[in-house]
């Protein structure tokens, strides 16, 4: 692979159009004609539907059309799939969920009916005149006390309000080194519901020209989605529907699935013949999107009389809401067992989990999507084995690492590289952990609890396997670059042409990126797991290395050379020893014309490559938060954060940092500050409203420290690891670790996330002797 502009820090060519407010985002899109719609949304948790009275909302001003569950079942609709595929002790059960309620109401703000107008305001006056008789019932909102005998139940088939029991490892193996180890540490956790909250709520526009729909969302892919519409909820060919996104502002694994939404949008665009424009206001996201995380449980770790790892075991209740959304029953089981155990070697892991239906929102993925919760667990039990048998924390991780490579996980991953011992050195020294004492003393001096937490983190890069990528050689003289993997936010627009440069020798700008649409793209799985560099990324390299191989018999004829006498470098074929050469772009120019063109050849030099890889990527780090707690509020102070991490080869390191620092942010709020809250017994979201649900705010943040170590992988022509996920992977453990050491002088030792001052003040008062 030639340098170029390889590991050169670039400025994201995408970011002139965002910032000066030329970004074209679902609802910039003028769709003359439109029509709006808006959805009436339960306000009870758990309630059967006795009746639904439309005939007011019809009468209004502008209403065309008023949907229910009764006109689903008269089209034929299905209801919304769950393609996750897991291996569970039996079957999982996935209950139906129709895009509209059928007789039953199973969270607070479950689409219940569809209304459609000429404007948004009309549609809104309308829902609020539908008559929805409704007999409440008892609702359940937490995984465990669902599980628990005398819970309500959500589901007839569904006993116990069990969706699937996930058991992983060898049970006999661990049971035998927990009954040998010299010592156990056991904790009870809790991973506390979140939402992605991108700064774009969900939209869409729904279109049917009399023989194919057209969707254009905001969304992370489109094959996918078109996939399960066509198959599972119209019963149509793929190609009776085209999917397509502008800018997306920000998914984050939540942008990633089909929403009842789409559905009512698509019906009442076919019913109407009219486009039909929808977006969710910032409180039907929060009720009626995807929510993520809410994994809870015990984990016990096993270690021998020297502080070696012998064992690790996790018996979990993972809450999948009121329906299994798409990929929910994947992230805490498959997810969380290629990650559960971390940087560690640690002989034997069980990894059990059990999915529970309550009366919430649906869980689904969300930045790491397993990975995080399986790296709290793990970390958790490193930080309280160090503190129960005296040792230090970074000394006990030290001696535990995982250091000769490739090297098979007790889950059975195979991992290639990684600098786990390198990373846990260098961010010592980043951090200036030998200086914290005297920082501590002098926050005593103020009347403040200091302290600092140091956490590891691996993660399992890959998302769904396989990739399609095609160059493509324009009229205008740009070199499309065509990707079935997607940016929603990441720099794709820089990242993909930096490489690209490098690889065919071209200037970047000569690029231009062509991404999530299915007329023009004809396979891709989007993006999610921080798949698009590696996977995508060699499907990339694959097609440039296709049209160097078209072209080079080409050139050859156009040197009258051998075709085995050319090299290539720099954009441009050179007769081996001589100064006869030819520009790639003459070679494309030339192609057009079959005058031009050896026997055999065939036009053009447009190529395209599929990337059938389903090989997994290792990111990893060590990360340290320094924090300051007021004991008299018990607010909590981050002061410092510093990480050092691997992301194998960096093509622009100042886009990963971004990356990176994203993450962490999102992170570092699931610690301290965020919270899906429903209240027990009624099932009402709390949280409704960012009046309600607090994310980070830029006064919340002090300066992200980020150091890389580059070790490349073997796994892809790039040597590439991904980063988009790792920052929301490593900040929960550490910023908790940081909080615990500063609260240890107290015999405070656990506390469960989010630690907000209220949280952290109650502990401190519980703690101190009045």
Same mark, same amino acid.
């Given at each position: 692979?030639?340098?170029?502009?390889?590991?050169?820090?670039?400025?994201?060519?995408?970011?002139?159009?965002?910032?000066?407010?030329?970004?074209?985002?679902?609802?910039?899109?003028?769709?003359?004609?439109?029509?709006?719609?808006?959805?009436?949304?339960?306000?009870?948790?758990?309630?059967?539907?006795?009746?639904?009275?439309?005939?007011?909302?019809?009468?209004?001003?502008?209403?065309?059309?008023?949907?229910?569950?009764?006109?689903?079942?008269?089209?034929?609709?299905?209801?919304?799939?769950?393609?996750?595929?897991?291996?569970?002790?039996?079957?999982?059960?996935?209950?139906?969920?129709?895009?509209?309620?059928?007789?039953?109401?199973?969270?607070?703000?479950?689409?219940?009916?569809?209304?459609?107008?000429?404007?948004?305001?009309?549609?809104?006056?309308?829902?609020?005149?539908?008559?929805?008789?409704?007999?409440?019932?008892?609702?359940?909102?937490?995984?465990?006390?669902?599980?628990?005998?005398?819970?309500?139940?959500?589901?007839?088939?569904?006993?116990?309000?069990?969706?699937?029991?996930?058991?992983?490892?060898?049970?006999?193996?661990?049971?035998?080194?927990?009954?040998?180890?010299?010592?156990?540490?056991?904790?009870?956790?809790?991973?506390?519901?979140?939402?992605?909250?991108?700064?774009?709520?969900? %939209?869409?526009?729904?279109?049917?020209?009399?023989?194919?729909?057209?969707?254009?969302?905001?969304?992370?892919?489109?094959?996918?989605?078109?996939?399960?519409?066509?198959?599972?909820?119209?019963?149509?060919?793929?190609?009776?529907?085209?999917?397509?996104?502008?800018?997306?502002?920000?998914?984050?694994?939540?942008?990633? +699935?089909?929403?009842?939404?789409?559905?009512?949008?698509?019906?009442?665009?076919?019913?109407?013949?009219?486009?039909?424009?929808?977006?969710?206001?910032?409180?039907?996201?929060?009720?009626?999107?995807?929510?993520?995380?809410?994994?809870?449980?015990?984990?016990?770790?096993?270690?021998?009389?020297?502080?070696?790892?012998?064992?690790?075991?996790?018996?979990?209740?993972?809450?999948?809401?009121?329906?299994?959304?798409?990929?929910?029953?994947?992230?805490?089981?498959?997810?969380?067992?290629? %990650?559960?155990?971390?940087?560690?070697?640690?002989?034997?892991?069980?990894?059990?989990?059990?999915?529970?239906?309550?009366?919430?929102?649906?869980?689904?993925?969300?930045?790491?999507?397993?990975?995080?919760?399986?790296?709290?667990?793990?970390?958790?039990?490193?930080?309280?084995?160090?503190?129960?048998?005296?040792?230090?924390?970074?000394?006990?991780?030290?001696?535990?690492?995982?250091?000769?490579?490739?090297?098979?996980?007790?889950?059975?991953?195979?991992?290639?590289?990684?600098? +786990?011992?390198?990373?846990?050195?260098?961010?010592?020294?980043?951090?200036?952990?030998?200086? +914290?004492?005297?920082?501590?003393?002098?926050?005593?001096?103020?009347?403040?609890?200091?302290?600092?937490?140091?956490?590891?983190?691996?993660?399992?890069?890959?998302?769904?396997?396989?990739?399609?990528?095609?160059?493509?050689?324009?009229?205008?003289?740009?070199?499309?670059?065509?990707?079935?993997?997607?940016?929603?936010?990441?720099?794709?627009?820089?990242?993909?042409?930096?490489?690209?440069?490098?690889?065919?020798?071209?200037?970047?700008?000569?690029?231009?990126?062509?991404?999530?649409?299915?007329?023009?793209?004809?396979?891709?799985?989007?993006?999610?797991?921080?798949?698009?560099?590696?996977?995508?990324?060699?499907?990339?390299?694959?097609?440039?290395?296709?049209?160097?191989?078209?072209?080079?018999?080409?050139?050859?004829?156009?040197?009258?050379?051998?075709?085995?006498?050319?090299?290539?470098?720099?954009?441009? +074929?050179?007769?081996?020893?001589?100064?006869?050469?030819?520009?790639?772009?003459?070679?494309?120019?030339?192609?057009?014309?079959?005058?031009?063109?050896?026997?055999?050849?065939?036009?053009?030099?447009?190529?395209?490559?599929?990337?059938?890889?389903?090989?997994?990527?290792?990111?990893?780090? %060590?990360?340290?938060?320094?924090?300051?707690?007021?004991?008299?509020?018990?607010?909590?102070?981050?002061?410092?954060?510093?990480?050092?991490?691997?992301?194998?080869?960096?093509?622009?390191?100042?886009?990963?940092?971004?990356?990176?620092?994203?993450?962490?942010?999102?992170?570092?709020?699931?610690?301290?500050?965020?919270?899906?809250?429903?209240?027990?017994?009624?099932?009402?979201?709390?949280?409704?409203?960012?009046?309600?649900?607090?994310?980070?705010?830029?006064?919340?943040?002090?300066?992200?420290?980020?150091?890389?170590?580059?070790?490349?992988?073997?796994?892809?022509?790039?040597?590439?690891?991904?980063?988009?996920?790792?920052?929301?992977?490593?900040?929960?453990?550490?910023?908790?670790?940081?909080?615990?050491?500063?609260?240890?002088?107290?015999?405070?030792?656990?506390?469960?996330?989010?630690?907000?001052?209220?949280?952290?003040?109650?502990?401190?008062?519980?703690?101190?002797?009045?």
């Amino acid at each position: 692979m030639p340098e170029g502009e390889i590991g050169r820090s670039v400025r994201r060519r995408e970011d002139l159009r965002f910032l000066t407010g030329a970004g074209r985002y679902v609802m910039d899109v003028a769709v003359p004609g439109a029509l709006h719609g808006v959805a009436l949304r339960s306000p009870h948790a758990h309630a059967r539907i006795l009746g639904i009275d439309t005939a007011a909302a019809l009468a209004m001003p502008g209403i065309h059309l008023v949907l229910t569950h009764a006109d689903l079942l008269a089209e034929g609709i299905g209801p919304l799939p769950c393609p996750a595929v897991v291996v569970t002790v039996a079957p999982i059960i996935v209950p139906p969920r129709d895009a509209l309620a059928a007789d039953t109401v199973r969270h607070v703000g479950e689409a219940v009916a569809f209304v459609v107008a000429e404007t948004a305001a009309q549609a809104r006056d309308a829902a609020e005149a539908i008559l929805v008789e409704y007999e409440t019932l008892p609702a359940v909102v937490e995984s465990r006390a669902a599980l628990a005998p005398g819970a309500p139940q959500l589901w007839p088939q569904a006993p116990g309000n069990a969706a699937f029991r996930f058991e992983r490892g060898d049970k006999a193996a661990v049971e035998a080194a927990f009954a040998v180890a010299a010592h156990v540490v056991e904790l009870e956790l809790i991973n506390n519901r979140v939402h992605a909250a991108p700064i774009e709520p969900r %939209a869409a526009v729904a279109r049917w020209d009399g023989a194919r729909f057209d969707l254009m969302f905001s969304g992370q892919g489109v094959h996918g989605i078109r996939r399960q519409l066509a198959q599972d909820v119209f019963h149509l060919p793929e190609e009776a529907f085209r999917l397509h996104c502008p800018d997306v502002g920000g998914g984050f694994g939540l942008k990633n +699935f089909l929403f009842p939404e789409y559905v009512a949008l698509l019906l009442a665009a076919r019913r109407l013949g009219r486009a039909v424009v929808w977006t969710a206001d910032y409180t039907e996201d929060f009720q009626a999107a995807v929510h993520a995380r809410d994994l809870r449980g015990r984990a016990r770790l096993a270690l021998d009389a020297e502080g070696r790892f012998l064992a690790l075991h996790a018996d979990l209740a993972a809450d999948m809401g009121a329906y299994c959304s798409s990929h929910g029953p994947a992230c805490p089981t498959n997810s969380v067992s290629t %990650a559960i155990g971390g940087v560690y070697a640690i002989p034997s892991i069980r990894l059990e989990v059990t999915g529970a239906f309550t009366n919430t929102a649906p869980v689904d993925a969300y930045r790491g999507a397993g990975k995080p919760e399986a790296n709290y667990l793990t970390e958790r039990l490193v930080e309280a084995a160090a503190r129960q048998l005296a040792l230090d924390p970074v000394e006990l991780r030290r001696r535990n690492l995982i250091t000769a490579f490739p090297y098979r996980s007790a889950l059975g991953m195979l991992m290639d590289t990684g600098r +786990f011992a390198a990373n846990l050195s260098e961010l010592e020294a980043l951090a200036d952990r030998s200086g +914290f004492a005297a920082r501590r003393a002098e926050g005593e001096a103020r009347g403040l609890l200091r302290g600092l937490g140091i956490a590891c983190f691996l993660e399992t890069s890959r998302g769904a396997p396989h990739e399609w990528a095609a160059v493509r050689f324009a009229d205008d003289g740009m070199v499309e670059l065509c990707l079935g993997t997607q940016s929603n936010g990441q720099g794709h627009e820089t990242s993909f042409p930096q490489f690209a440069a490098a690889h065919l020798g071209l200037p970047a700008e000569r690029f231009r990126l062509v991404q999530a649409d299915t007329d023009t793209i004809p396979f891709g799985n989007g993006h999610g797991g921080a798949r698009s560099l590696h996977v995508g990324g060699t499907a990339l390299v694959m097609a440039m290395e296709a049209v160097l191989e078209k072209a080079r018999p080409i050139a050859a004829h156009l040197l009258q050379a051998a075709p085995e006498a050319l090299d290539y470098a720099g954009g441009r +074929f050179r007769v081996h020893g001589t100064e006869r050469s030819v520009a790639l772009e003459a070679v494309a120019e030339a192609a057009r014309d079959p005058a031009n063109l050896p026997e055999g050849t065939a036009p053009g030099l447009d190529a395209e490559a599929k990337n059938l890889s389903e090989l997994v990527t290792f990111p990893s780090g %060590a990360h340290c938060a320094e924090v300051e707690i007021d004991p008299e509020t018990g607010q909590v102070t981050l002061l410092r954060y510093q990480a050092v991490d691997d992301y194998g080869r960096l093509i622009n390191p100042l886009l990963t940092a971004g990356q990176v620092q994203g993450g962490l942010a999102q992170g570092i709020g699931q610690a301290l500050l965020e919270e899906v809250a429903y209240e027990p017994g009624s099932g009402q979201l709390l949280s409704a409203s960012f009046m309600d649900y607090c994310v980070p705010r830029a006064a919340d943040l002090p300066p992200l420290e980020i150091a890389f170590g580059e070790l490349p992988t073997a796994s892809n022509p790039l040597g590439v690891k991904g980063s988009g996920q790792a920052g929301a992977i490593g900040a929960p453990q550490t910023v908790v670790a940081a909080v615990l050491d500063a609260l240890a002088p107290l015999g405070i030792g656990h506390l469960d996330m989010p630690l907000t001052a209220e949280r952290v003040w109650r502990a401190i008062q519980a703690a101190t002797p009045q």
